[in-house]
């Protein structure tokens, strides 16, 4: 008696050999164990441990490939795409120029180099506010082109139902309240917020609303330690604080503010654990150096070439020259 498989022996033999930490994200299918720093996925579920078991989250920035590869060996738990990338990396005064196109465009890249930790894209200014269908529109091209597993937006009560919607669809969203850097014009720049009770009251009473509304957690940005503190005491989701004391969830940062590579402001708020900056222009005006005075490129920057082989051609060039000289002496003497 034969046995028919409905799938492939092998492939199902392989499947039985699959670990749930080597499971693919299904947003992400494309995934493969890499290299050696492969580390078990972050997810969701993941995040939702650490905050109900107090360990803190750590989360920062990237842009792309690089950046997002160097998160992943880091070991962070979470990466966020942030449209911060607008001033770091393409060079704008504010975040708000920024377009979804280009931020799909970086998701994507940061997407290919960040594969453990939970990949979260930041809706830009404009692509979300107008009405919910339109934020879920975005949402769903954040996840389909961009590769990201979360999105993240910006706004308190006001974007509630906004963030209701995305999640009914089935992605995880990252709120932001506090200062919200694409209202910044609005709140007369980049300023300190829930200074008063009374804004401390409305941030609290923001907070509450996303988490209501299905928010997976909550940015807290430019904050006073003690109101960030005790809006994470009343949530039941985790808090990432920016600039927001060590009372939060987790924290996050521009990874270019916390490497050193972007120099025409630094946050109060930011920590510099390297100057990545200063290493890059000194080793450009070495090279700069070597340039001119012709030490680069050295004889181990070359590659080298058979002596009979190199003899040989300079020969043949040797005698193609004295060929083309005798036939122009013969061109000469044929129209004198």
Same mark, same amino acid.
């Given at each position: ?188 720049? +980049?300023?300190? !917020? *829930?200074?008063?009770? $009374? ?7 923001? /907070?509450? =609303? &996303? ?102 051609? +300079?020969?043949? !060039? *040797?005698?193609?020259? $004295? ?7 013969? /061109?000469? =003497? &044929?129209?004198?």
């Amino acid at each position: 008696m034969s046995i028919r498989y409905t799938i492939p022996l092998r492939t199902a033999l392989r499947a039985s050999l699959i670990t749930p930490s080597q499971r693919l994200y299904s947003a992400r299918p494309q995934d493969k164990p890499a290299d050696p720093f492969q580390r078990p996925k972050v997810t969701i579920r993941t995040i939702r441990r650490m905050a109900k078991q107090k360990e803190p989250i750590s989360m920062m920035t990237a842009q792309d490939y690089p950046s997002g590869l160097m998160v992943d060996r880091a070991g962070i738990d979470t990466c966020l795409v942030g449209d911060s990338l607008a001033m770091v990396t393409l060079g704008h005064d504010t975040t708000n120029p920024v377009t979804v196109d280009e931020m799909i465009h970086h998701c994507k890249a940061v997407a290919r180099g960040c594969k453990a930790p939970f990949l979260i894209g930041d809706l830009p200014f404009g692509s979300y506010e107008s009405n919910p269908e339109d934020a879920v529109k975005v949402a769903l091209r954040f996840v389909k082109e961009g590769n990201v597993e979360a999105v993240k937006l910006e706004g308190g009560k006001e974007m509630a139902e906004t963030v209701r919607r995305i999640t009914t669809v089935g992605i995880p969203v990252l709120a932001h309240v506090g200062l919200t850097p694409q209202r910044q014009a609005s709140l007369g720049g +980049f300023r300190v !917020q *829930a200074k008063t009770a $009374k804004q401390a009251r409305a941030l609290l009473e923001d /907070a509450l =609303a &996303v988490q209501e509304a299905g928010a997976f957690a909550v940015v807290l940005e430019a904050v006073p330690e003690e109101i960030a503190s005790y809006v994470t005491q009343q949530l039941t989701i985790p808090t990432i604080g920016i600039g927001a004391g060590n009372g939060c969830s987790g924290q996050v940062l521009v990874q270019n503010d916390a490497l050193g590579m972007f120099d025409r402001f630094v946050p109060k708020f930011t920590k510099q654990y390297a100057n990545i900056g200063q290493i890059m222009v000194d080793g450009l005006k070495k090279y700069h150096e070597e340039v001119k005075s012709r030490a680069f490129p050295a004889k181990e920057n070359t590659y080298p070439i058979n002596e009979a082989e190199l003899a040989r051609f +300079f020969e043949q !060039q *040797a005698a193609e020259k $004295k060929n083309d000289e005798e036939s122009v002496k013969v /061109a000469k =003497a &044929v129209t004198a």
